[in-house]
């Protein structure tokens, strides 16, 4: 199944997204030493960031929409490649509260999911490439998946949702570079199809707010990863 109907962005609501991980002990650091009556630039180091973490650069941009195929599966599970073949991707995710001086944010529930290699999503029952992580004190939480295919005119993606509460969500979409993706899809099993010149220029959607919402993965074993900071209001 794929998404023949694709959304845009659903609203105007702006949430703030930082890539990389490595700002969040630094301004969580700075908010504790704010609140203490310290200089926030005589805080404490950070702890030494997760590999494939990069230098953050906090913008604003406008919330995605979860599109036509999220399925509330409640399905706890950090890998969720299931039987589905593609170039290994760990992805660690921390969510933080930008409205707490962007504070970790524990037990919160985030969803992720996406097409496979072959540009399907799972349905009628069948649950490759979902699964929900509950974030640690830390804030974080890692999943196990393969870099997505491409499908109709979109920019390759992963879905992300969080929940906060049983009350409030935020969804959006994390992208690839596309240089990167045109090397990769040179490789089984993406070559077996028609490779698009440019996957993600093509998409009007990533050209309007996508640049903020890429990843920069790095080699990992076989694969790769890539580290990226959510804060919600």
């Not at 959304?7 to 890539?19: D, F, I």
């Not at 590999?51 to 969720?80: F, H, K, M, Q």
């Not at 969500?169 to 090397?183: A, C, G, I, R």
Request: with cysteine; hydrophobic share 35%.
């Amino acid at each position: 199944m794929r998404e023949n109907d694709p959304s845009s962005p659903t609203s105007r609501r702006a949430v703030l997204l930082a890539a990389g991980t490595a700002g969040v002990a630094t301004l969580a650091s700075a908010f504790a030493a704010s609140a203490a009556g310290k200089d926030p630039q005589q805080a404490t180091s950070p702890s030494k960031p997760l590999p494939g973490a990069t230098t953050p650069a906090c913008v604003l941009t406008t919330e995605w929409g979860a599109g036509p195929y999220y399925l509330d599966l409640n399905r706890v599970r950090s890998d969720i490649t299931d039987d589905r073949e593609g170039i290994p991707f760990r992805l660690d995710l921390t969510i933080v509260r930008t409205s707490q001086g962007c504070r970790p944010l524990e037990g919160a529930a985030v969803d992720v999911w996406q097409a496979d290699a072959a540009g399907d999503y799972s349905s009628d029952g069948a649950t490759y490439l979902r699964g929900t992580q509950i974030t640690d004190h830390a804030g974080r939480c890692t999943f196990r998946t393969i870099v997505p295919g491409w499908y109709a005119e979109l920019a390759p993606h992963i879905h992300f949702k969080v929940r906060p509460d049983n009350h409030t969500e935020t969804s959006s979409q994390l992208f690839f570079p596309e240089d990167l993706l045109k090397e990769l899809y040179t490789r089984h099993p993406y070559a077996q199809r028609q490779v698009p010149e440019q996957p993600n220029e093509r998409d009007d959607r990533y050209r309007a707010s996508g640049a903020s919402l890429t990843v920069v993965p790095t080699a990992d074993g076989d694969g790769y990863r890539a580290a990226y900071t959510v804060g919600i209001a």
